[in-house]
């Protein structure tokens, strides 16, 4: 079993920026990648990017050239660098990290963007 914690979220502004951070309670080289997904209320969870064991990094179009993904090894937490954020970023997100093809989810947390 894998435990995920996720922490960060929170009010902002548009324009502004917001880092999440997901503890794993493993280390993180065990997994084989973690990445970070968002629910807007009524609407289907979506993707945002993904960090493999090598480093390999992948954006969803919505969220590249404005959302960063990396870790920190030492840590076991993968962090979500939000910049330029606008209100339909508004959402809960969520952490997932797969091994030996299971999949481990966070409990969420909520990123508020107002106008």
């Known amino acids: 079993q894998v435990q995920l914690v996720e922490s960060g979220g929170g009010l902002v502004q548009a324009g502004g920026s917001l880092r999440l951070s997901c503890a794993a309670s493993t280390n993180a080289f065990s997994l084989d990648a973690m990445g970070w997904y968002r629910q807007a209320p009524g609407k289907q969870r979506e993707w945002l990017a993904t960090l493999a064991r090598s480093g390999f990094t992948n954006y969803a179009d919505s969220v590249k050239g404005r959302f960063s993904i990396s870790r920190d090894n030492a840590k076991n937490t993968v962090y979500l660098q939000m910049n330029s954020l606008k209100p339909e970023d508004t959402a809960v997100y969520y952490c997932?990290?797969?091994?030996?093809?299971?999949?481990?989810w966070g409990q969420g947390t909520q990123v508020t963007v107002s106008s």
């Open positions: 997932k990290a797969n091994r030996w093809a299971a999949d481990y």
